[in-house]
């Protein structure tokens, strides 16, 4: 015969398992007594500041602030004499410069020199906007073949896309002319705007 083990063989019940958070019934006519809880430890109460330490401590607060702003003016008024004495000598050296590119091109050799507008920039352009009623008319001021007309309709698209493929297709690409087309489409939206 096998044996049985624990109370389950010996035919021993369990009672059932309370649920948790479940509140325990209290015999009819009795109310279920709250469960009592352990009183809250109070705080001590922290002292107050007097107003002759608040004053104390702002002393010194004051004192760093006028002592920051007046830091802050003497580097504003360090950084414009910097920057002054900076384009002094940028004009300086763009006075001297100027003669000796000019010999060097009349000479037929490179500068070795860079200054003012660098060799990888390309040469200066102006363009002629004209509103219409199809669009804005443009043309590369004193050249008339590259005269176009860009309709409203790609102008409302994208003002960049349209100035971009025009300076592109009559200049050359960004790479090589430098952002025209950035300067050809602030013309178009003040065109437009007007």
């Known amino acids: 015969m096998a044996k049985t083990k624990g109370k389950k063989a010996a035919g021993v019940k369990k009672p059932p398992a309370r649920k948790a958070g479940a509140a325990e019934k209290a015999p009819a006519g009795k ?13 001590p109460a922290e002292p107050k500041v007097s107003q002759a330490e608040l004053d104390a401590l702002r002393k010194p607060v004051e004192a760093a602030k006028g002592g920051l702003e007046k830091a802050q003016a003497e580097a ?46 390309s040469e200066k352009v102006s363009f ?3 509103k219409t009623d199809k669009g804005v008319r443009v043309m590369v001021k004193g050249q008339p073949k590259t005269e176009e007309v860009i309709p409203l309709a790609a102008l409302k698209e994208s003002i960049n896309k349209a ?13 090589e002319v430098g952002n025209k087309g ?3 489409s602030n013309r178009l939206r003040a065109v437009l705007q007007a």
């Open 163 to 175: 100035a971009y493929g025009y300076t592109g297709k009559w200049l050359g690409p960004r790479e």
């Open 76 to 121: 504003k008024a360090l950084a414009e004499k910097a920057h002054a004495v900076v384009a002094e000598a940028k004009d300086a050296y763009r006075a001297a410069l100027a003669p000796y590119r000019e010999a060097c091109h009349k000479a037929g050799v490179p500068c070795e020199y860079e200054g003012g507008r660098s060799a990888n920039v």
């Open 182 to 184: 950035g300067s050809l």
């Open 128 to 130: 002629l906007v004209e």
């Open 31 to 43: 109310a279920a007594k709250p469960k009592e809880t352990a009183p809250k430890a109070e705080k």
